[in-house]
């Protein structure tokens, strides 16, 4: 609490000369009373750099290598370390979308026999692109993974299944799936391209005439 603080910076300053000429002391202390710095915000700094290099440092080694001030350690190392899994999460994220981003830039214009002409429109699970079938010469919907969902081994294994299974389906208001596949690591499935507007365009307009 307030006084364990209080305590930390009005006690520190009296283990100055004892532990900074005790060889033995670890080199963040010696450096930090050496310096002048309250030695509790030395060891806080160590334990945050020792979580961003992958180690898993316990709070009782800091606590052993500092213990009069046991609990000012054991109020503030939980709080880094929570911090710390708060950073590291939000770069790995950038760092998704960053590839996303690549992926979608380097799309190849061609995927095994399709050829791409443009993009149609896209969702969380996939993109999907007009294409010709360039050995049937006809033109195709080609459904490729989102670049976001190819970093995910579960969603590319949905997708594989979301295709297998549009392909068993028979029906005339079903669009008849030709063939799946993977080409330059993208996955996709090849389906019936039919003329029209998009579903969220066709809802959007029959709202726009009911008001």
Same mark, same amino acid.
């Given at each position: %609490?307030? %006084?364990?603080? %209080?305590?930390?910076?009005?006690?520190?300053?009296?283990?100055?000369?004892n532990?900074?000429?005790d060889?033995?002391?670890?080199?963040?202390?010696?450096? =930090?009373?050496?310096?002048?710095?309250?030695?509790?915000?030395a060891l806080?700094?160590?334990?945050?750099?020792?979580?961003?290099? %992958?180690e898993?440092?316990?709070?009782?080694?800091?606590?052993?290598?500092?213990?009069?001030?046991?609990d000012?350690?054991? =109020?503030?190392f939980?709080s880094?370390a929570?911090?710390?899994?708060i950073?590291?999460?939000?770069?790995?994220?950038?760092?998704?979308?960053?590839?996303?981003?690549?992926?979608?830039?380097?799309?190849?214009?061609?995927?095994g026999?399709?050829?791409i002409?443009?993009?149609?429109?896209?969702?969380?699970?996939?993109?999907v692109?007009? =294409?010709e079938?360039?050995?049937?010469?006809?033109?195709?919907a080609?459904?490729?993974?989102?670049?976001?969902?190819?970093?995910?081994?579960?969603q590319?294994?949905?997708?594989?299944?979301?295709?297998?299974? =549009?392909?068993?389906?028979?029906?005339?208001?079903?669009?008849?799936?030709?063939?799946i596949g993977?080409?330059?690591?993208?996955?996709?499935?090849a389906m019936?391209?039919?003329?029209?507007?998009?579903?969220?365009?066709?809802?959007?307009?029959?709202?726009?005439?009911?008001?």
């Amino acid at each position: %609490g307030a %006084g364990t603080s %209080g305590g930390v910076s009005a006690n520190w300053m009296s283990e100055q000369v004892n532990v900074a000429s005790d060889s033995r002391k670890p080199d963040a202390l010696v450096s =930090a009373y050496t310096e002048g710095r309250n030695p509790v915000d030395a060891l806080a700094d160590e334990y945050s750099m020792r979580l961003r290099n %992958g180690e898993s440092p316990s709070v009782d080694e800091f606590v052993q290598r500092l213990p009069k001030h046991e609990d000012a350690i054991r =109020a503030l190392f939980p709080s880094i370390a929570m911090m710390e899994r708060i950073s590291e999460k939000d770069h790995s994220e950038h760092q998704i979308v960053q590839q996303a981003v690549r992926l979608t830039d380097s799309l190849p214009q061609v995927l095994g026999d399709f050829r791409i002409v443009r993009e149609i429109g896209r969702g969380g699970m996939g993109i999907v692109y007009e =294409a010709e079938q360039q050995s049937l010469r006809r033109r195709v919907a080609l459904k490729i993974v989102s670049p976001l969902a190819a970093v995910s081994e579960h969603q590319v294994v949905r997708f594989r299944r979301e295709a297998e299974a =549009a392909a068993g389906l028979h029906h005339t208001n079903i669009v008849p799936v030709f063939g799946i596949g993977e080409a330059d690591g993208v996955h996709y499935f090849a389906m019936q391209l039919i003329d029209g507007i998009p579903l969220s365009k066709f809802i959007q307009s029959t709202r726009t005439d009911v008001y």
